[in-house]
């Protein structure tokens, strides 16, 4: 019997993991995919929010708030790339130059530090590529970027290092309420937890209603994003942003902590809630959005483009309460933007609400907030040579664009919550992410996924169960030459 | 910190014969760093025939035709260091390299050949919208698998563009035992060799579907489909001529680029056309005593060519370590004209024209019956008849240097004869 389950691991799931990892309490986190971060918080904007722009009162202005200043000692304690760039909305005419004085006054209500208004010359000045019919700012200080798998998975992997039980590949399939709390069956097995946080994302309705009378609905929204080359990356130096609408923040341009620069999203809804695909309609609708920002698009620097979906609630904001018909059962729903920003805060709420059920929470003397990670590149010449004397495989480099070595594969694949899969690695070391997309390293990385889980390589897939690469041998035969696979 | 005369980067065709041709013109401490595991490139995966026609008059293999090279590397007791990646060249030419071994080490060099090769465009590049499933790659990462790792990559290949090594892969799935359904090509012809249309489609009945684009990408987990559509003359999809086409591959063939970001970092100015430097008739770029050859200059669509560019640079790299190449003087402009999209080299300094001026150059559209006519200073010196030139195929032109020496002042053009009114 766990105290807690916490259904999906998303970045507020896992946020709320690390966060429970403080306290003496069993807790496992559950997860239907095969990785962390799986969902939405692998397909967003990648954008810690300063908060002007959330309604005054509302549960985002709230946790928007709360959650921003977390950024900088969360990102220290587990390694994870965050930089706060800060952010400017821009106004193309006088109605929107009103609109940037109501978010201005906006920010105070909602205490965000630091909002000022620019007028044309200062844009310019801070941001020579911005479209030169911008007529005036919002800049937030405080604004920043983040990687979010990358702190997700940071976050689960921590709380798994401080005694969080993951289960990755459990899609829950019911619930039962039971004396002492909640029966959950999963795929092959079954669990018991005395409470239940739910943070299923876009499935979170569908979970809660498996134990508990519906009273609130997702809807899923899909926005859709162009990546370019990191020869891009240093168009703008801050998160840029177009004046809101009633379907979002608008187009945004912003760079990546990569280094590349990213442009999106759209906002449509969809009755699909596993819809993941692109559309020509959509890119080319955000890539006109983006180029109303800028002097110009950068021309044939595409280097991907991609989508996720939103989990906006019917409640226009978050849900974040015990179920109105199942006691002991927390949603955290609806976590849509600024729900990156929101999630550390939101985290330490949770907690707050289950340690007045449980009646008090002990703190665990043992929790190590700490979670280092090596990007080999980013080291000094003295430092990469050290770690290559003590393990010559961070000598070899496999990812040629990004400059990963196998130490960091290797090293990625044999943490907790490691990769078990292409797409696995490439999120927490970068292999094919660069401009070949992973065509020259694609093979090594199968080669070493297969090597270090014990796997044949016609195992390794790309992501998710059926999503094989290698079909499987040529009919060639081949002679032991020594080198190669086994005949 | 080591020191050589010549440092080569990259140890496929271009660098090798770059570093041998450098040997034979009398320098000695020359170092081949090659980030593979073996020496060759590109060419050890090319295991198909038609390689070595221009070099040795037969036809080779692409891992025959790197053996010649590699044994006579070794043969001259040329230097190299496999699995080991150049991770910096800088301006004064201070190559940092990094291997398992050894770590980082820095190499302080007379001399840099940037030999580097280029890279395939991947499905962002051309922006095709739809899901993101496995059986997406390239067709070079495909060729890889199954020449090189013996596994397939698929059993339903649709393949799209036109490229040599999409055509050569049509016919090698087919040999695999995969239903090849068709290669689809956004233009009215081929991007690839007209012989690679005729032996790798034509004779294996493969269909190659001309102004088709490919607008979406079916499937959740491994790919189920695409749709194609019909292009206007601009290449834009024409709504409602969209078609399912089931499969469970897409085999991307749809342009290299060349892979100069140790270039750029080493301050060597870029020809926005071909993508890689600019270059003199040393092939040296805008950085002296760094030169480039192959691949990473402009996309060849023979070997045998990166091979003979490549002695170029080589025996000019051993020129400027000797101090025999001149840095002064008259420099004349070579520039593509009408129906021609670039000319390597980009500029020529006639003191240092001692062989034949060779002009490689690619055209912007297919044409026939059309002469290629070399202007100096506005006056034909040149005209060779062409029955017909395609965008596909490489053109060279030689010239007596003899005769530029004499005429060259401003500049050198090359075009297409246009119409007859």
């Known amino acids: ?487 | 910190m080591y020191d050589f005369d010549i440092v080569v980067v990259g140890g496929g065709p271009a660098g090798l014969a770059a570093a041998i041709e450098a040997k034979n013109n009398g320098v000695d401490r020359i170092l081949v760093i090659e980030r593979d595991r073996e020496l060759g490139g590109i060419l050890q995966q090319c295991i198909h025939n038609g390689f070595g026609l221009q070099i040795f008059k037969e036809e080779l293999t692409g891992p025959e035709y790197a053996e010649r090279f590699i044994l006579e590397l070794q043969k001259k007791e040329i230097m190299y260091k496999t699995d080991t990646m150049a991770i910096h060249v800088s301006p004064d030419k201070l190559v940092t390299i990094m291997n398992a071994a050894e770590g980082i080490s820095h190499i302080r060099a007379k001399a840099v050949i940037l030999a580097m090769g280029c890279r395939e465009r991947a499905r962002g590049a051309i922006n095709i919208s739809g899901t993101r499933p496995a059986g997406v790659m390239t067709a070079g990462a495909a060729q890889r698998f199954v020449n090189m790792e013996g596994y397939m990559v698929g059993k339903e290949v649709v393949i799209f563009g036109s490229g040599d090594i999409g055509l050569i892969m049509a016919r090698r799935m087919a040999l695999e035992g995969a239903a090849v359904k068709m290669v689809v090509e956004r233009k009215p012809y081929s991007a690839g060799l007209t012989r690679n249309i005729v032996q790798c489609l034509e004779d294996y009945d493969i269909p190659i579907n001309y102004t088709h684009t490919i607008v979406g990408i079916k499937g959740r987990e491994r790919l189920e489909g695409v749709v194609i559509s019909k292009v206007d003359s601009k290449k834009r999809p024409i709504a409602g001529t969209e078609e399912f086409v089931s499969c469970d591959t897409l085999l991307l063939s749809v342009g290299l680029i060349p892979e100069n970001e140790l270039s750029e970092a080493a301050g060597v100015k870029l020809d926005p056309v071909t993508g890689g430097a600019v270059v003199n008739e040393a092939m040296e770029t805008s950085v002296e005593g760094i030169f480039a050859c192959g691949n990473v200059l402009h996309v060849h669509d023979l070997v045998d060519y990166v091979t003979l560019e490549s002695r170029k640079a080589g025996k000019n790299a051993a020129r400027y370590v000797k101090g025999l190449l001149e840095g002064e003087g008259t420099i004349i402009e070579i520039r593509a004209g009408s129906g021609i999209r670039y000319v390597v080299p980009h500029f020529v300094r006639l003191e240092n024209l001692k062989d034949e001026l060779e002009l490689y150059m690619r055209c912007d559209d297919i044409y026939n019956d059309k002469k290629l006519i070399v202007k100096i200073d506005g006056k034909s010196v040149k005209e060779v008849y062409k029955r017909r030139l395609m965008p596909s195929e490489m053109e060279r032109v030689k010239l007596d240097p003899k005769e530029v020496l004499r005429k060259a002042k401003g500049s050198i053009t090359v075009e297409i004869e246009k119409e007859v009114q």
């Open chain 1, 1 to 487: 019997m766990y105290d807690v389950a916490i259904i999906g691991a998303g970045i507020a799931g896992c946020s709320i993991a690390r966060e429970l990892a403080k306290y003496r309490l069993s807790t496992v986190l559950i997860e239907k995919d095969y990785d962390v971060a799986n969902g939405t918080t692998k397909a967003n904007s990648a954008i810690v929010h300063a908060g002007y722009d959330a309604k005054p009162g509302s549960l985002k202005a709230k946790f928007n708030a709360l959650g921003n200043p977390m950024f900088d000692s969360l990102c220290r304690d587990l390694d994870v790339p965050f930089k706060r760039i800060g952010s400017l909305v821009l106004a193309f005419n006088q109605e929107e130059v009103a609109t940037l004085e109501k978010l201005k006054d906006q920010s105070i209500i909602n205490g965000i530090p630091g909002v000022k208004l620019l007028n044309r010359e200062e844009v310019r000045s801070i941001e020579p590529n911005v479209s030169d019919a911008a007529a005036g700012a919002l800049y937030a200080p405080t604004g920043g970027i983040v990687g979010p798998w990358e702190l997700a998975i940071a976050m689960a992997e921590n709380a798994a290092e401080n005694g969080v039980q993951v289960l990755l590949e459990s899609p829950v399939t019911g619930i039962v309420k039971t004396q002492q709390g909640f029966r959950i069956n999963m795929k092959g097995k079954t669990l018991e937890a005395k409470y239940i946080v739910n943070c299923a994302g876009i499935h979170a309705d569908e979970v809660h209603d498996m134990v508990g009378e519906p009273y609130f609905r997702i809807l899923a929204r899909k926005g859709e994003y162009d990546v370019f080359d990191k020869s891009a990356g240093k168009l703008v130096s801050h998160v840029i942003f177009q004046c809101p609408n009633e379907k979002g923040k608008g187009v945004l341009v912003t760079p990546s902590v990569s280094g590349n620069l990213l442009i999106g999203p759209n906002a449509q809804d969809m009755d699909d809630r596993n819809d993941l695909s692109t559309t020509a309609e959509g890119l080319d609708f955000v890539r006109k959005s983006a180029a109303k920002s800028l002097k110009a698009l950068p021309s044939g620097a595409v280097i991907n483009n991609f989508a996720g979906l939103r989990a906006r609630s019917d409640r226009d904001d978050f849900i974040i309460e015990e179920s109105r018909s199942a006691e002991g059962f927390i949603n955290v729903a609806g976590i849509e933007s600024p729900g990156l920003t929101a999630a550390p805060a939101i985290a330490v709420h949770v907690a707050e609400l289950l340690g007045e059920k449980i009646g008090g929470l002990v703190p665990n003397p043992d929790f190590n907030p700490h979670r280092t990670f090596t990007v080999f590149h980013e080291l000094q010449d003295e430092e990469k040579n050290e770690l290559v004397k003590k393990d010559s495989r961070y000598g070899r480099i496999i990812c040629r664009c990004e400059w990963i070595t196998e130490g960091e594969i290797i090293d990625c694949i044999k943490r907790k919550v490691g990769a078990t899969t292409v797409d696995g690695v490439k999120r927490r070391v970068r292999p094919g992410y660069g401009r070949c997309q992973g065509g020259f390293c694609g093979p090594r990385v199968m080669e070493i996924l297969a090597r270090e889980l014990g796997k044949d390589i016609t195992e390794i897939r790309k992501d998710a169960e059926g999503s094989y690469i290698l079909t499987g041998e040529t009919k060639t035969v081949r002679l032991n030459d020594g080198g190669g696979s086994d005949v």
